[in-house]
């Protein structure tokens, strides 16, 4: 059984950062991609950002140049750097593991991430 624990978030004004952390536990292929997602309030998941075991990262297109996913492949942990906040990421954030292989998926159990002055 896979485990993702998060940690981070909070309130935050407009302009400010945060730092999301994630730590994978459990059987755990090497192959994977990790992954950052939010849903905003009556809004559907969206991915953030995508990290694959290779080093391969992707972004939406809405936080592109002030978003940055770093992993760590020994420890199993996945960050995301969130500079330059804006309104609009108030979210909840939830961490993601994907193993291609099998179609696995894993989940964090989310945090919520609020930007308001």
């Known amino acids: 059984q896979v485990q993702l624990v998060e940690s981070g978030g909070g309130l935050v004004q407009p302009g400010g950062s945060l730092r999301l952390s994630c730590a994978a536990s459990?059987?755990?292929?090497?192959?994977?991609?990790m992954a950052w997602h939010r849903q905003a309030p009556g809004k559907e998941r969206e991915l953030v950002a995508s990290?694959?075991?290779?080093?391969?990262?992707n972004y939406a297109d809405s936080v592109k140049g002030r978003f940055t996913i770093s992993r760590d492949n020994p420890k199993n942990t996945v960050d995301l750097q969130m500079n330059n906040l804006k309104p609009e990421d108030t979210a909840v954030y939830y961490c993601n593991l994907d193993i291609p292989l099998s179609g696995q998926r894993y989940w964090g159990q989310g945090n919520q991430v609020t930007v308001s002055s």
């Open positions: 459990g059987n755990i292929f090497s192959i994977n991609t």
């Open positions: 990290t694959t075991s290779g080093g391969r990262t």
